[in-house]
């Protein structure tokens, strides 16, 4: 999972992502006023830069520099291509905390937004596809 | 900065240099570039615009205006335990400066904390309480001169944190409508404002007259003398070599982990640790791990589950500690921390393969507010109604809260390292240990606890300054320091930065290593480990600045993992979940109620030293009314 650019013509060259990254994913070409994402391998997809990008420029993909898939897979039995296509969207994880029924142990206050208001499948990871990555 | 480039780099440069062509192209044709401020962009499906520009070797406007510095007190770190330490040693008139590796307010753990907890008898918090609720979730061997200390003092920083604005209150993103799309713009822009704490970490500096610097690695604390004159590091994104010329340093230089994506605290690497270990110092309570524990189906990925978590404000938390309430926090502990009061020695024993499997749960997710007191601020929040904390193990490598660092002495309450002029502060940094072998007292204590440890440390280093002169750093020093700065860009061969980091997480990451740990898998990472010190760390390579900053990272992580399967290898015993071995599964109270100490001997290895904590920590002298 790593940040990957969503249109670079959105980047209005706020600078927040260079200023912000802890990891120094970013360079800065000044004559276009554009960021550059220069070492996504080295994103810790805390996703600051992408909360803060006042363009909207950004998105964070899990196709990218994807860690979390062959261990996922290792040890669940989970096909890499259920995480890619589908994206573990709460319905799923609904779906197995149903079968235990720990799910019930919800604390109150945590309804609001509440996990059965998101469909499967969506909201989807891509922006513009349902809204901002989150799963 | 000396960077020699390989045919192989001046390829790279133009198949980029064509690209750009192409992007730039489009740009032209295109959209003209927004100007800076405008904080809104249509985009029209079909016309975006994927592509990067090439990529330039450093980022110039960072670049400083001067390139040495004297102060009085020089600051590193810019987190929670750093800008303390600042704050509090400008306030005391001196002259001070403040560097850190990311940008202040987001580097290290400083922008993760979820919940902040502080003490308050007018609220009705019992002291005695709280302590014999560290005291029993300790072990037994966390150190409750330091708990004092946060009992006294926690609710003054508390008030000097939220006089900066950290502590502003705004709904979570769960109880807004932007949740349900997760529109976190809609969110940044309509409830969070200028409500966000991270900004104004460097806004706290720039009114306090702080002069700081972004994006800067010290690699070498200076000892001249036996006496610390300073600091030298370099800019990653620049090149810049840095000199600091400086009266008395605070280390605040944060925790470490090994991962590769997915965690977000990873640019802790332990630079701070590796440099005091070199410097001679001891360094204890490696051994305990900090399970950092994410979704078992994503592991290492903080943002499935965590995301708009991490918007939230830092919520108060704790609160009404009684006695009664200390009992239920008792029942919580024996289940974080695997105690059982039904065992012999009220340990569990752990099963890691279970744990790994199991169905992903909502244990930890609340901040706990123990006390059902109405007129309670710190009513913590469920910081998010995602589903967290299933297996633990994404911040792998990452030592314990609190319990890791310089150990400064049995006594030592303000970070003095017994080097003349160098204070340390902070996780990772300074090994306080209020919470001994778990961290199983709440949420919400870690960023409260660290400030006041770098307030203490900043007050010190501010009156140490006050009475030293400002010696100089030598040029034969600033020589040898570059020369070992610049190492990695002069090799003409080497290893990737990034290779190393992948096989080092791969050695340490196994659950046989970090969690059920054996002498035999303990020894055969260190051998690993040992293999990398020697051949791999004075291999790596770097082809730019950023490179650069990478493979000093390795070598620092690699140093501390060696220090960390060293401890673990010396504790022939188990602690609970935080330190845990397969074949010494229960506790050994007469051998091992000691802290272990690591520091470096004269021939160069890391050598062994065992001391035992305060006996009044212990069990011994617990007042019978708060026996629990």
Sequence with gaps: MAIERYDLNACIGCRNCINICPMDVYRFDETQNKSIIAYPENCQACGMCYYMCLGGSLQLSLHSHMFPIVPMSATHGIDANHFLNAAPNLTNIEERLGKTGEYASEPKDATPGDLKNSEPGGPGMQRGAGGPIGV | MNVRRSRRDFLKDVTLGTSGVAAMGVLGAGQAAAAPGQSSVSVKSGERLTRELPVPDTYEADRPKQTEYSVDVLVIGGGYAGINAAYSAKQA???????????????GQSPWPGTFNFFDPDLGDDAQAFREAMRYSAEYFGNLDWIDIWIRESKAMYERIKSWGFLDMYPRMVETKYFATRDYYGYR?????????????????????????????????????????????????????????????VMAMGNGCITPTGHPIGDNTFDGEYIAYNLGLPIGGKEFED????????P???????DARFFDPDFLCGGNMTIDSVRRAKQQCESSIQKSPTSPDGLKYIDTVTISHQVPTRGGNGSPNYGKNPKEVRMGKAISPYVQFDAPGAAVGMCLHLSSGVFCGMDDTDGTTGIPGLYVA???????????GNYAMGNGFTSCFVSIEGDHAGKSAAAYSSKASLTKISDENIAMARKEIELPANLDKGFSPNWARDVLQGVMAPYWVMKNKTEATLQA???QVEYMRDHVAPRLLARNSHGLRLCHEMKHKIQSCELKLRAALARKESRGGNFYRDDYPRRNDAEFLKYIIQKKDENGKPALNFVPVKKEWTTAGIPVDYKL
């Excluded at chain 2, 822009?189 to 994006?215: A, S, T, Y």
């Excluded at chain 2, 399970?291 to 994503?298: C, R």
């Excluded at chain 2, 290492?300 to 965590?306: A, D, E, P, T, V």
């Excluded at chain 2, 902070?426 to 001994?436: A, L, Y």
């Design chain 2, 300 to 306: 290492g990925n903080n943002w499935i589950g965590s």
């Design chain 2, 525 to 527: 990472a260190l051998t």
């Design chain 2, 291 to 298: 399970f950092h524990t994410h979704q078992s189906f994503a």
């Design chain 2, 426 to 436: 902070g996780d990772g940094m300074h090994m306080t240990n209020p919470g001994g």
């Design chain 2, 93 to 107: 008139g001196r002259n001070v400066m403040l560097v850190d590796k990311g940008r202040p307010g987001y580097s």
């Design chain 2, 189 to 249: 822009d309509n409830v969070v404002k200028d409500h966000e704490r991270r900004p104004k970490f460097v806004e706290m500096l720039d009114k306090d007259g702080i002069p700081w610097l972004q994006h800067v690695m010290i690699t070498n604390v200076i000892l001249q003398d036996k006496e610390c004159v300073g600091a030298i590091g370099f800019q990653f994104t620049t090149g810049a070599i840095l000199t600091f010329h400086a009266k008395a340093v």
